[in-house]
């Protein structure tokens, strides 16, 4: 089973940068299209400017749309990186850190990582309220 994956990842960026048929285009290719929750994403907020929220989610609201238009299996996930919140400052030191051979981890960029612990399921339902109930 192929997975679609996280902001990084394909569909993601093709939700964000280019048209519903290049999304649909993509989205075909995999058995399964993941979303994570908004907080994932934040880094974007300062590419994204003063309606990062709104538009993040309306990617993620795309995504999924597309997905059940093509019949896929949509999941929310994680893209768990540390267990917990307070976790956050590993990561941060990680990012950071420049690389053997040089060079910084894509993240370094932003002054904010995304947020990327083991949420509860309550955490998860909460961040994805955006979507309603069903």
Not at 3 to 8: A, E, I, P, R, T
Not at 95 to 120: C, N
């Amino acid at each position: 089973m192929v997975g679609s994956g996280c902001s990084h990842g394909e569909v993601f960026e093709t939700a964000l940068n280019r048209s519903d048929e290049d999304l649909r285009n993509v989205i075909s290719f995999y058995d399964y299209i993941e979303v994570q929750p908004p907080v994932s994403y934040r880094h974007l907020k300062e590419d994204l400017g003063a309606d990062a929220d709104f538009i993040i989610e309306s990617i993620i609201k795309k995504i999924i749309r597309i997905a059940k238009e093509l019949n896929k299996l949509i999941i929310a996930t994680g893209d768990v990186h540390y267990l917990n919140e307070t976790d956050a400052i590993y990561r941060d030191i990680y990012i950071r850190t420049k690389l053997v051979g040089g060079g910084t981890h894509d993240l370094a960029r932003y002054e904010t990582a995304p947020l990327q612990y083991f949420m509860s399921t309550d955490e998860m339902l909460e961040a994805f309220k955006f979507l309603g109930n069903e």
